[in-house]
């Protein structure tokens, strides 16, 4: 069980960590306040919640942190190995910790009025709605960004995963899966990228860089998701797999191409991401937007990417071609959210027999905060 998420703490005052050009400087505005966000879960399943950070920002500069373990939903209350390999935390840590419902009032009193923030919203905002759905509350009623949708507009890395995001932009991160500090980098990535852009407030910086926020209400969802200005040419163009697709899907438009071996089988994979309307091609070129890399690859250094396809990725990349890297933990969670909208009681992929408890000794899913 890691330190920070043994038990609830508060830290007013403490700077935010944006790099090193305005780490301790005065705040840049009165309008940057959010509370970055960060579960980990105990297995497969996204509802399955057994830790939470949170870190508040005001006028730009973090100013209280929170972290603490869940007991997860009864009907969720089992840990595969794997998840444990990640974060350190197992069936005894969260023995007499708090229950979903009582981390979620407290959740909501911390946040306030506030927006939220996460790192791979998809995947934290998704974990609240079908925490909550496990433990038959209500879902709460919250603004949301996402600063990995925000880093995809406003930089160009080979992979947008946490730690390699905090890299480029100077963020400190202390303890990749520990919640808190997770939390920490995402609240010190939105800060980066606002200064990057002048943007004042949570709010101008996602108009800045065409994102649209997402909000969740008791009853429905809208994801945060990437839109475009009138006339602009960057919109992706229809695919012929699934022109109907979800458009302000990550996967829409994109030309995809797969290397490695893969725990699903490579034609299923190309049928589930033409469904969301991506177009797999078999070889890297120069219509390529991503390539997925399989045989256990963990999109933490470059330097592991040892197939050829990937070699003419890096090859491409160094010509100016946008193309980036996911690893199939990526790949997965993009594949759990087929939309970018929903009504609660609406199945989606993560609720499907696929994901469905059998054994807790079998299936170690990979969905787990990027």
């Given at each position: 069980?890691?330190?920070?998420?043994?038990a609830?703490?508060?830290?007013?005052?403490?700077?935010?960590?944006?790099?090193a050009?305005?780490?301790?400087?005065a705040?840049?505005s009165?309008?940057?306040?959010?509370?970055?966000?960060?579960?980990?879960?105990?297995n497969?399943?996204?509802?399955?919640?057994?830790a939470?950070?949170l870190?508040?920002?005001?006028a730009?500069r973090?100013t209280e942190?929170h972290a603490?373990l869940?007991?997860p939903?009864?009907?969720?209350?089992?840990?595969?190995?794997?998840?444990t390999?990640l974060h350190g935390?197992?069936p005894?840590?969260?023995a007499d910790?708090?229950?979903?419902?009582a981390?979620?009032?407290?959740?909501?009193?911390?946040?306030g009025?506030?927006?939220?923030?996460?790192?791979?919203?998809a995947?934290?905002?998704?974990?609240?709605?079908?925490?909550?759905?496990a433990?038959?509350?209500?879902w709460p009623r919250?603004q949301?960004?996402c600063?990995?949708v925000?880093a995809?507009?406003?930089l160009?890395?080979?992979?947008?995963?946490?730690?390699?995001?905090?890299?480029?932009?100077?963020?400190?991160?202390?303890s990749?899966?520990d919640a808190?500090?997770?939390?920490?980098?995402?609240?010190?990535i939105?800060?980066?990228?606002?200064a990057l852009q002048?943007?004042?407030?949570?709010?101008?910086?996602a108009?800045?860089?065409?994102?649209?926020?997402g909000?969740?209400?008791?009853?429905t969802w809208?994801g945060?998701?990437r839109t475009?200005?009138p006339g602009?040419s960057g919109?992706?163009?229809?695919?012929?797999a699934?022109?109907d697709?979800?458009?302000?899907?990550?996967?829409?438009?994109?030309v995809?191409?797969?290397?490695?071996?893969?725990?699903?089988?490579?034609?299923?994979?190309w049928?589930q991401?033409?469904?969301?309307?991506?177009i797999?091609?078999s070889?890297?070129?120069?219509?390529?937007?991503?390539?997925?890399?399989?045989?256990?690859?963990?999109?933490?250094d470059?330097?592991?990417?040892?197939?050829?396809k990937?070699?003419?990725?890096?090859?491409?990349?160094a010509?100016?071609?946008?193309?980036?890297?996911?690893?199939?933990?990526?790949?997965?969670?993009?594949?759990?959210e087929?939309?970018?909208?929903?009504?609660?009681?609406?199945?989606?992929?993560?609720t499907?027999?696929?994901?469905?408890?059998?054994?807790?000794?079998?299936?170690i899913?990979?969905?787990?905060?990027?």
């Open positions: 069980m890691t330190a920070s998420t043994s609830a703490t508060v830290e007013p005052g403490a700077s935010a960590p944006t790099g050009d305005h780490g301790d400087a705040p840049m009165t309008g940057l306040d959010f509370v970055a966000v960060d579960v980990e879960t105990a497969h399943h996204r509802g399955s919640i057994c939470i950070g870190v508040v920002v005001r730009g973090i942190r603490w869940v007991k939903a009864a009907s969720l209350n089992w840990f595969d190995a794997y998840n390999a935390i197992g005894a840590d969260v910790a708090d229950s979903f419902e981390s979620l009032q407290r959740l909501i009193a911390v946040v009025d506030l927006s939220v923030v996460a790192h791979n919203a995947f934290d905002i998704g974990a609240l709605r079908d925490a909550c759905d433990a038959g509350l209500a919250l949301y960004a600063s990995l925000m995809r507009r406003a160009s890395l080979i992979s947008y995963r946490l730690p390699m995001v905090a890299d480029a932009l100077g963020v400190d991160l202390m990749h899966h808190a500090a997770d939390a920490g980098a995402a609240a010190g939105v800060l980066a990228l606002a002048q943007a004042p407030s949570l709010s101008s910086l108009t800045k860089l065409l994102v649209l926020l909000q969740v209400d008791p009853d809208q945060c998701h475009y200005a602009s919109k992706p163009l229809p695919p012929a699934n022109p697709a979800d458009p302000h899907h990550r996967l829409f438009g994109q995809m191409v797969f290397t490695g071996a893969l725990s699903l089988r490579r034609e299923d994979v049928a991401v033409a469904a969301l309307g991506a797999p091609e070889n890297v070129t120069k219509r390529t937007n991503v390539l997925v890399i399989g045989d256990g690859f963990k999109g933490a470059p330097a592991d990417f040892a197939t050829g990937a070699a003419r990725a890096a090859a491409q990349r010509k100016g071609q946008d193309i980036e890297v996911l690893c199939e933990s990526d790949l997965l969670m993009l594949l759990n087929t939309g970018t909208t929903g009504r609660r009681g609406t199945a989606h992929a993560g499907g027999p696929q994901t469905a408890r059998s054994n807790p000794d079998q299936q899913s990979r969905r787990t905060s990027l």
